[in-house]
């Protein structure tokens, strides 16, 4: 059995290999990766690294030779190329290369979401559906590495704002590719897993991080107009300002309030409590 994970320069990529080891033999693993200079200093010894790149169809067809697992990581929108495009060619060359079944990184409720987060996911999870290849798509919700800088106000016992008002299924990252790597290697997977934390608001999160660091600061829901130029006022260029402002938009519409059990039923054990992996990223931060 071969099996191949994707973007494995990125911090998910990373952490996946090293999962995945943990289950099968060097031997069985391929990394892919646009930079394969980079992928050597990054991953482990031992590991075949392929060159692949999104933006290139034929590089991701001879990248995946040979492969029967795939775990396609998406891609980070904004490039030359757009997101879909670069999904598209993955996907072409994952059919072309016979690859037997391939686990997606996607977005919650995908197709039925109204965030626009959501669209090329949706594009990319049909053109998936539409090659007859078998594959899981893996719905994962928001790493709690995202509000780093909200975890950061509070440990330094400064507010710690927001303004978003619905919940959110947090988690670790490493959580999420721990599962990822899990449905990949798994003889009868579902088509589809929502992975989530708990649902949590903002409030929450400020109560875990209280626990967290032992400190007493004001957690406060703020406009988005206010949170905006609270960035601006800590330095912040508007352009910046405003794209780090948008990251609360599917949090406030509802988009990642799914409150499924899937992320613990894969992995197989309790997730890390809330206080104990803020901790475990302001450790890192």
């Not at 933006?55 to 998406?74: P, Y």
């Not at 999904?87 to 079944?101: G, I, P």
């Not at 989530?196 to 660091?213: E, F, H, N, V």
């Not at 039923?265 to 931060?285: F, Q």
């Amino acid at each position: 059995m071969k099996y191949a994970i994707t973007a494995t320069t990125g911090n998910f990529g990373q952490i996946a290999v090293k999962e995945l080891l943990k289950l099968t033999d060097n031997s069985e693993v391929i990394a892919i990766a646009r930079n394969v200079a980079k992928a050597k200093e990054l991953l482990p010894q031992g590991v075949e690294i392929r060159q692949g790149d999104y933006n290139d169809e034929a590089s991701m067809e001879t990248a995946l030779q040979g492969v029967d697992r795939l775990l396609f990581i998406s891609s980070q929108p904004g490039g030359a190329v757009t997101r879909a495009d670069q999904h598209k060619n993955v996907v072409k060359a994952l059919a072309a290369a016979q690859v037997k079944f391939v686990a997606y990184t996607s977005f919650p409720n995908a197709q039925n979401s109204t965030s626009a987060l959501a669209d090329d996911h949706k594009i990319t999870e049909s053109a998936i559906e539409d090659t007859g290849v078998a594959h899981s798509f893996l719905r994962n919700n928001w790493y709690l590495e995202n509000e780093v800088g909200f975890l950061q106000n509070g440990a330094a016992n400064q507010p710690a704002s927001y303004w978003a008002a619905g919940k959110t299924g947090w988690a670790l990252e490493r959580e999420f590719a721990e599962a990822a790597v899990k449905v990949l290697t798994l003889s009868n997977p579902k088509k589809i897993y929502e992975l989530a934390g708990p649902a949590r608001s903002y409030a929450d999160l400020g109560d875990g991080l209280k626990q967290a660091t032992g400190n007493d600061f004001t957690v406060k829901q703020v406009s988005a107009t206010e949170y905006q130029a609270g960035l601006v006022a800590a330095g912040l260029d508007q352009n910046t300002a405003a794209l780090f402002t948008s990251f609360q938009e599917p949090i406030n519409d509802g988009s990642l309030s799914e409150d499924s059990t899937d992320l613990e039923t894969v992995l197989g054990h309790d997730l890390t409590a809330l206080p104990k992996a803020i901790n475990e990223i302001l450790s890192r931060n």
